[in-house]
């Protein structure tokens, strides 16, 4: 399926919320902004520079702006999902289309093109690639295990690291552990199914 159909796919299998999705597609289409299609959902970009996705949930059907961190958002529509860890996306969630002002959604669409020719972006700092250390005692253990997780992508090992450091409690990162191992044996990325 080329970029076209699967759009077309998406807005046809979210039938619940068609008219709302209808409704804030236009009005991200009469914008500069490019239609595209990333991480299963319509995301429109300027620049090839992601600005603001859309998509629908089994609750709402949102905008997300991709540096939303900088929006004035004088009207307190905006929200971070992910406090602590999302740092410039916001999402602007609707439940139906009578919420939907067509000229206050116009205007922060304006402000997120603006921003991005404004070059406003947060600048996210390279990750660790530390292999935790109740991964590198597993690796060190098993050298299938050890020369499967070497041969994968620099971003599926890191995706595998980040998992594991990411849980708090030791129980919790040896749950995960258990989990990807079968995972990093077949060559499959965390979020392969995802992409």
């Known amino acids: 399926m080329d970029k076209a159909e699967k759009l077309e796919a998406y807005f046809k299998r979210n039938l619940q919320w068609g008219e709302e999705l209808y409704y804030l597609r236009s009005l991200l289409n009469q914008s500069e902004l490019t239609e595209d299609y990333k991480w299963n959902f ?16 089994k609750a709402y059907v949102g905008l997300w702006f991709f540096q939303g961190s900088f929006l004035k958002d004088e009207h307190k529509v905006l929200i971070n999902a992910q406090e602590g860890k999302t740092k410039g996306l916001r999402q602007w969630r609707f439940t139906g289309k009578e919420e939907m002002d067509e ?33 590198a005692e597993k690796l060190a253990k098993d050298k299938t295990l050890q020369t499967t997780f070497n041969a994968l992508k620099a971003g599926q090992k890191r995706e595998f690291i980040e998992y594991i450091n990411e849980a708090k409690r030791e129980a919790t990162k040896l749950s995960r552990l258990e ?4 995972m990093i044996l077949s060559g499959v990325g965390l979020h392969d199914k995802y992409k």
Do not use: C, H, M, R
């Open 179 to 182: 989990k990807i191992i079968p």
């Open 103 to 135: 000229a206050l959604i116009v205007k922060y669409i304006a402000e997120a093109i603006q921003n991005q020719k404004d070059g406003k972006e947060i600048k996210i700092g390279k990750k660790s690639d530390v292999i935790p250390e109740i991964l």
């Open 42 to 57: 319509p995301v429109y970009t300027l620049n090839n520079k992601n600005v603001i996705g859309l998509g629908a949930f």
